[in-house]
């Protein structure tokens, strides 16, 4: 998959450079910015390997980490920082993952410092969608924002909130945990990854997507999508949405209701943070801006906001797409990195 930010060749970079880390259960994406948030080479992507323990991904991020910067011409002198992000809630006092659910064993593990010491250059911390989110601000759809408010859509609902240059964590490390935002107090609603019921994540989420699908199939209410189950393809997002572009009603319903329920939230957040704009990231977009189906799921969402917000909220926050894909983690980890580095000069 090609990167969703071209490098840029070093001789056009500004120093100092960043190295930006993007922890995921699955893989793990490393990359190197200059001042502006460019990248100046290609980035590396390896297995996380959880079972492995954090300290053989500690060795392997640092091996890489070696490599990329001496293939792209620098020296790690010129190397200012490094940025990590980490999924889940973190305590970024001693720099831990606080019972990471799907990194078992690595709960409490010092990984800021480890990291720190494998690299020998200083590491800043920061939950992924709050790095993601700076990324977006610094050189995505949110550049030119004084705020913003930024969901990741997939398996489960991320946030990040930015003001100015404050990133919003919250005394406990909880303070941007949106995806379990109420929207459903009664004792019939679905139940959230979290374990508590009605909370915007079992709504939204690719996981609450297919647990509604589920339900029209078990209906009879969407037979598109039974016979295509049927014939062996797996209930995704994705298949969702290539029928809903191929006209399938029941399909597209299940997609317009999606951003029915991110539409209550996304109301919820606006009331609370009255940003300058709101971006949507992550795995279920639904194709974008680049897909009807994208933007309808778009539409439908800025409709509701219309309906429920405050007027001049309505009328002023800017909901769009995101547009750093798979980079803005890495480049945004980089971008907190570099906040961290001002702040000390």
Known sequence: MAPAVKPIPLNRAIPPFYVGIDLGGTSTKVGLVDDLGRPVCHSREFATLVENGPQDWIQRVSET????????????TEIARIGLGCPGILDLGTGVMVNPTNFPGWGGFPIRDRLADACGMPVAMANDASAAAYGELWIGSGRGFNSLVFLTLGTGVGCG?????????????????CGHILVDPSDTAPICSCGKRGHLESFASAT?????????????????????????????????????????????????????????????????????????????????????VGRQFLQRIREEVRQQAFPTLAEKVVIRFA???GDAGFIGAAGIARLEQRKRR
């Open 65 to 76: 980490t070696t490599e990329m910067i001496q293939s792209s011409g620098l020296e790690p």
């Open 161 to 177: 909130v930015i003001i100015g240059d404050l990133i919003i964590e919250g005394e406990h490390g909880h303070g941007t945990e």
């Open 208 to 292: 609450g997507l297919i647990r509604r699908a589920k339900d029209r199939i078990a209906a009879g209410k969407a037979p598109a999508l039974a016979e295509r189950i049927s014939q062996g393809e797996k209930l995704t997002p994705l298949l969702i949405a290539q029928l809903a572009e191929n006209g399938d009603e029941p399909s597209l319903e299940l997609v317009l209701e999606t951003a029915y329920y991110l539409g209550l939230g996304i109301v919820t957040l606006l009331h609370t943070f009255d940003p300058t704009g709101l971006l949507l990231g992550g795995a279920m977009t639904f194709g974008g801006m680049k897909s009807p």
């Open 323 to 325: 547009a750093l894909g």
